[in-house]
């Protein structure tokens, strides 16, 4: 069972990713920590992760922002699971990240038992029911 409410700003990644809401994050088995985590498995061979142009951890400082790699992550994920990384990063300049964080929350918890929606299966990850 995944912990209620994880979401957090540490758990925001380089590329826009709300590391709660992702399937590796919420299994119970090989867990990854979220990409900023000693314990992270996704980012550790990432190139998003990687840029020396990303600082502070989520803001883009680069003049090919956003650049091919984030542009492919983001359309995968705006046509497989109907979420946008760009989206994300814009709503955290413009907002800030405290602000994106509370709308992650309203928006990735379950309205049936407040676990955390997955967002690569569209489910609770605690109850399983369908978002």
Known sequence: MAAKNPFKTILIA???MDCAICMAFLREKNRCGGCHAPD???SKNCTIFACEQVQGRYHHTCDKYPCSRLKQLDKR???KYGMSMIDNLEAIRK???REFVRTER???TCTACGGTIDVHHGKCSDCGRVR
Request: include cysteine.
């Open 40 to 42: 992270r498995k996704c």
């Open 95 to 97: 907002d800030g990240i």
């Open 14 to 16: 380089p590329c826009g």
């Open 77 to 79: 994920y705006r046509t």
């Open 106 to 108: 309203e928006r990735w």
